[in-house]
């Protein structure tokens, strides 16, 4: 399996990103993807997740309302559209997709993850 993020920038507070996470390699039909954040200097916290087959969704609270997490089937693609982002927002936005995942908020359900996109949010 693998994944590819991409999507990040430079934006300035209040503005919006879109990223995408391609999977390849697998059906997905029983995963869970996810988006984690790193902020420069701090441990990867999570953002969001999303179940393939029902499309359930999980926010950390400090995103709730912002962003919205969302997939599509046919392209084998997730998404994160990040609005009103703050400077907090900033860092690595990595994605992660496992086959058993008990608990959506925890990096290590996850079996597979690709490299990051970075996201940069000036004041």
């Known amino acids: 399996v693998q994944l590819q993020a991409s999507g990040g920038g430079s934006v300035q507070a209040g503005g919006s990103l879109r990223l995408s996470c391609a999977l390849s390699g697998g059906t997905f039909d029983t995963y869970v993807m996810a988006w984690f954040h790193q902020p420069p200097g701090l441990d990867r916290v999570f953002v969001s997740a999303i179940t393939w087959s029902s499309g359930t969704t999980y926010y950390s609270d400090s995103v709730k309302g912002r962003f919205i997490i969302s997939r599509d089937i046919a392209k084998n693609t997730v998404y994160l559209q990040m609005n009103n982002l703050k400077p907090e927002d900033a860092g690595v936005y990595s994605c992660?997709?496992?086959?058993?995942?008990?608990?959506?908020?925890?990096?290590?359900?996850?079996?597979?993850w690709g490299q990051g996109t970075l996201v940069t949010v000036s004041s």
């Open positions: 992660r997709t496992g086959r058993r995942v008990g608990t959506p908020f925890y990096a290590r359900e996850y079996d597979y």
